[in-house]
T-cell receptor, first 112, second 115 residues
Framework: GENVEQHPSTLSVQEGDSAVIKCTYS??????FPWYKQELGKRPQLIID?????GEKKDQRIAVTLNKTAKHFSLHITETQPEDSAVYFC???????????FGDGTTLTVKP | DAGVIQSPRHEVTEMGQEVTLRCKPI?????LFWYRQTMMRGLELLIY????????DSGMPEDRFSAKMPNASFSTLKIQPSEPRDSAVYFC?????????????FGDGTRLSIL
């Protein structure tokens, strides 16, 4: 089955700096890669996603890149703000009726 | 759109008791997922349904856990008998998979404490 590895497990940055979280996947059939943000005590929520026919996608301060050959994808957050502090999960999905395999999460702390 | 609705939000019970968690997916979504989240094990997929049929229950910890989806608008996750190690936050999520891969929409979760 699919295996997703996520790094780093914790990340601390100064407000205004950039943050990068990286994930690798094992199943070459995976074609959909969502990223979820989970604030403390809340539910995971989608923040951005990318499909295998696209190499990069941006939404304001957030961007995701995908390298299908190397089987890795990354989340980039620019001009970080304290409200970006949360746990971020990457996921990979193939054709199993919507089953996503999640990474173990990255706890991002943005220091004011 | 009310989102995925889970009940109860919190449950505290003594070990050995039966626990039933409930989930109402978003109308029109045909895939439903049950997850368990703990600090030690992260976010674990327990079981998922597609068109009310269980597709993969390999994440269900043991026979004490069971899940049903009697119709497109309701699912339950039961633990009987419950044990302290079952204490966790249980999330239900749904997605519309009839248009290819789509993001999952999570409910607010049930925080379960087994004493």
């Amino acid at each position: 089955g699919e295996n997703v590895e996520q790094h780093p497990s914790t990340l601390s940055v100064q407000e205004g700096d950039s943050a990068v979280i990286k994930c690798t996947y094992s199943d070459s059939a995976s074609n959909y890669f969502p990223w979820y943000k989970q604030e403390l005590g809340k539910r995971p929520q989608l923040i951005i996603d990318i499909r295998s026919n696209v190499g990069e996608k941006k939404d304001q301060r957030i961007a995701v890149t995908l390298n299908k050959t190397a089987k890795h994808f990354s989340l980039h957050i620019t001009e970080t703000q304290p409200e970006d502090s949360a746990v971020y999960f990457c996921a990979a999905e193939g054709g199993n009726a919507g089953k996503s395999t999640f990474g173990d999460g990255t706890t991002l702390t943005v220091k004011p | 759109d009310a989102g995925v609705i889970q009940s109860p939000r919190h449950e505290v019970t003594e070990m050995g008791q039966e626990v039933t968690l409930r989930c109402k997916p978003i109308s029109g979504h045909n895939s439903l997922f049950w997850y368990r989240q703990t600090m030690m094990r992260g976010l674990e997929l327990l079981i998922y349904f597609n068109n009310n049929v269980p597709i993969d229950d390999s994440g269900m910890p043991e026979d004490r856990f069971s899940a049903k989806m009697p119709n497109a608008s309701f699912s339950t996750l039961k633990i009987q008998p419950s044990e302290p190690r079952d204490s966790a936050v249980y999330f239900c999520a749904s997605s519309p998979q009839d248009r290819g891969a789509q993001p999952q929409h999570f409910g607010d979760g049930t925080r379960l404490s087994i004493l």
